[in-house]
């Protein structure tokens, strides 16, 4: 279901925010692919060429809402460059496996039979206790002046977690965002927030699907621009006419708790080419603090405790 409310705050940025809510990413993409768009021809920035090669990485919007539906084949090679970094993190998640001892639940037959004295298969209760679910916001509100390289390095940093975390037996969640402020400089600022769950806790992880939506720029640049150019409720918030044309204004982080949600770890937008992200290892880093940050943990360790 797509469905779009207007919210009134008592803290954050902006006190009225419009907000848009998708269940799934084909209840977004239909808005998108099915409403009729109020932007002047010629400024609908979904359909533009961007700023030189490599701005949305899509040949049309088509194009973008195609791979929204069969998912992005090149997002796991993406998601491979950085994962081999990530893999420190896989090693020090903390998980239980099945061992041999003298006493136990259940011997195996051969070894009792050879006379091994730790025959005795042990995992007890413990080893089958339910991982809390790990539920992650990723803001792609971006600036124009963010290279699709930074995009998809961010972006593949963010999938490697979320893989090992599923690989280690949590259970994540995964809500994309764009969000943005008009007229932020003056009294009243207005809040713009588009949201889709992009995966449910009890969804196994199609990384292919996923990565576009988290690591791919015409998420933003296409999608989500093609979103905010058919939300009439948009041009009444702002008395806007049509033949005004469409803008999108700043990205916003400043997000009351109450039009956001709860959550387990949020990533902002980015507002520059964040060296943080100019690397795979390097993303790998900035993820890995933007967890534990998120998570109210300082170190690896505290995050084992708190995942125990």
């Given at each position: 279901m797509y469905r779009t409310e207007i919210i009134r705050t008592k803290t954050g940025a902006a006190k009225q925010w419009l907000v848009a809510s998708a269940d799934s990413p084909e209840d977004l993409l239909s808005k998108v692919e099915y409403s009729k768009t109020w932007a002047v021809?010629?400024?609908?920035?979904?359909?533009?060429?961007?700023e030189g090669d490599g701005w949305a990485e899509t040949r049309d919007l088509s194009h973008a809402l195609e791979l929204g539906r069969v998912g992005w084949a090149k997002g796991r090679k993406t998601m491979m460059r950085v994962l081999d970094d990530s893999n420190v993190i896989r090693r020090n998640i903390p998980h239980r496996s099945d061992g041999l001892d003298v006493g136990g639940s259940y011997p195996v037959v051969p070894l009792a039979i050879a006379g091994d004295p730790c025959c005795m298969v042990t995992h007890g209760m413990e080893s089958t206790k339910t991982k809390p679910v790990v539920k992650l916001v990723v803001n792609v509100a971006v600036s124009g002046a963010v290279t699709a390289a930074t995009i998809m390095t961010r972006g593949g940093a963010i999938l490697s977690w979320v893989d090992g975390l599923e690989a280690e037996g949590f259970r994540c969640e995964i809500d994309v965002i764009e969000s943005g402020l008009f007229r932020e400089t003056t009294p009243n600022p207005l809040g713009v927030l588009y949201t889709v769950k992009v995966k449910r806790a009890d969804e196994p992880l199609?990384?292919?699907?996923?990565?576009?939506?988290?690591?791919h720029p015409a998420i933003q640049?296409?999608?989500?621009?093609?979103?905010?150019?058919?939300?009439?409720?948009?041009?009444?918030?702002?008395?806007?006419?049509?033949?005004?044309?469409?803008?999108?204004?700043s990205p916003c982080d400043h997000l009351p708790e109450d039009v956001l949600g709860l959550h387990s770890v949020y990533f902002p937008?980015?507002?520059?080419?964040?060296?943080?992200?100019?690397?795979?290892?390097a993303a790998v880093a900035a993820v890995e603090r933007a967890v534990l940050l998120s998570l109210q943990v300082e170190d690896i360790d505290q995050f084992n405790e708190w995942a125990a």
């Open positions: 021809d010629g400024n609908a920035d979904c359909s533009s060429s961007g199609d990384i292919d699907r996923v990565a576009f939506w988290v690591c640049r296409r999608i989500f621009f093609a979103a905010y150019e058919r939300s009439p409720e948009l041009g009444t918030m702002l008395g806007l006419s049509p033949v005004e044309g469409v803008t999108y204004r937008s980015l507002l520059r080419n964040n060296p943080d992200y100019a690397s795979p290892v």
